[in-house]
């Protein structure tokens, strides 16, 4: 079994479908066919790009409302993708869509970092052949209109559990122009003066442009990026600058970045000395886990054993993690 990293994985569009099933019998919720369950929460070949991606999101955000609800989720994600081989995740999520029943964002991170010290216990207790499995929490910033407030909170709250199961700061949802990343950049001025590292959602629905925005204001990381392959420029700029990009495949084949997986560019971009990481974004949205894209990857674009370790060697370098755990992982 290889051993994995994953960078850029959502919360709430990760939500195994068994703990989906649970909630919903916790809520009361009348109970639904599996299939027609699995259709509700993920995507089929007919969704036309991120805007119709992104409203898959809405069912399980509606199930994270509560802190029980947020700590059983964060548990049971990490046991399941333990069992995949993975030795250390970077959980993003947004708080600020976490409070419609008037938890506090600080309230939603305690509850997710709850879930991490659960998981943490239960790996303890729990021996294992599988390798241990280490968590932090990236915390999300949304492009939605009229949250400066709510993106400021985020944060602020960032900044006090920073280290304590808080490693960064993202910017996620819908990447269009009406939110292009020029909007935010008091925002990460001020996590960048909090020296609060973060990554930034960019060059996915748009263009090359989006990265170099992102990297004005100063991401080290960028949430996929895969499209920095439209700029032989942005190309050496980011393998000189060891700028690191999360490429998520399925994620780009269901948005319709790339029509053909043969096409997808992360053994090329790889072989050309980017720092790329292969990441899973949303296994039940897109109905795949991590060890599946690689075995994708592998089969269709002819990725190779030597390439795998460099994209997990990437993802080390790369991690919002102690020192000390960079040390365990390499
Ligand atoms: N939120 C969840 N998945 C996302 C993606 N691929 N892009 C932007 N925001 C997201
Ligand atoms: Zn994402």
Redesign the pocket.
Known sequence: MRKLIDLHL?LD?SVPFTTIKELMTIHGLPTIDDQILRQKLSVGPDCRD?NE??EK?AFPVHLMQTAADLQLIVFSLLKKIKKQGLVYVEIRFAPQLHTEQGLTQEEVVRAAISGLNQFFNWQKMHSSSQPELHANLLLCLMRLPHNYDQNLETITVAKHFLDRGVSGLDL??A?TPAFAISNYTSLFNLASQNSIPFTI?AG?AMGPESIYQALDLGARRIGHGIRCIEDTQLVAELIQNKITLECCAT?NLN?KVFDQIDHYPVKKLLNQGVNVTLNS??MTVSNIDLPHEYQLLEEKTGLTRADEKQLYLNAVTAAFCSNAEKKRLF
């Open positions: 959502h569009g991120l991606f992104l999101f996620a949802g990447e959602h996915e994620s948005t974004d949303d």
